[in-house]
């Protein structure tokens, strides 16, 4: 089955509202596809709507730890490819200590579901960290804030958020 992408702006309904936001002052081209949320998860989305796995990028949110202090970012990964969590995002953070964030906190923090989480609408002081790969594809499948949709655009959009940063992240 193939997926049956429209401009992100025709459809906002399928969007989470802060993704919303983001998308409406973007000047890139966004598309969005409407998907059964059951599917959300890469590999299965993957499998059943067609799109190569290295044509789709995961949003991992992290939170690190320092003297008390957290800090959280997300970071861009294809998804055959794992981040290095432990090496390159933790000194990148400067953390003493990195996991990955958990579920409750994430979905509160930004406004969408666990599953759609997306770097598009994030917390203004988050670092998006993009993976090198992906803002280099000429367009990557990703997350649109909500399960039942995902969205399309360039990687170098990605990369030329306000708060992105590109970097070697996959080991």
């Keep these: 089955?193939?997926?049956?992408?429209?401009?992100?702006?025709?459809?906002?309904?399928?969007?989470a509202e802060p993704v919303a936001r983001a998308v409406r002052?973007?000047?890139?081209?966004?598309?969005?596809?409407?998907?059964d949320p059951e599917l959300a998860d890469t590999a299965a989305f993957c499998e059943r709507?067609?799109?190569?796995?290295?044509?789709?990028?995961n949003c991992v949110v992290v939170a690190?730890?320092?003297?008390g202090e957290v800090r959280?970012?997300?970071?861009?990964?294809?998804?055959?490819t794992k981040a290095d969590v432990n090496g390159v995002i933790r000194r990148r953070l400067d953390a003493r200590k990195i996991s990955f964030a958990p579920m409750d906190?994430?979905?509160?923090?930004?406004?969408?579901?666990?599953?759609?989480i997306t770097p598009l609408?994030?917390?203004?002081?988050?670092?998006?960290?993009?993976?090198?790969r992906v803002a280099a594809h000429p367009e990557v499948v990703i997350g649109s804030g909500v399960r039942r949709s995902k969205l399309a655009l360039r990687g170098a959009a990605l990369a030329g958020l306000k708060a992105a940063e590109v970097l070697d992240l996959a080991n």
């Design 105 to 116: 906190d994430a979905v509160s923090l930004t406004g969408m579901e666990y599953g759609g």
């Design 25 to 35: 002052e973007m000047e890139e081209e966004v598309r969005v596809a409407e998907i």
């Design 72 to 80: 959280y970012a997300a970071c861009m990964v294809l998804a055959t």
């Design 1 to 15: 089955m193939d997926v049956q992408w429209v401009p992100a702006l025709d459809r906002i309904d399928l969007l």
């Design 64 to 67: 690190g730890r320092r003297g």
């Design 49 to 57: 709507y067609g799109v190569a796995l290295d044509a789709s990028a």
């Design 121 to 132: 609408g994030l917390p203004d002081d988050w670092p998006i960290l993009v993976d090198s």
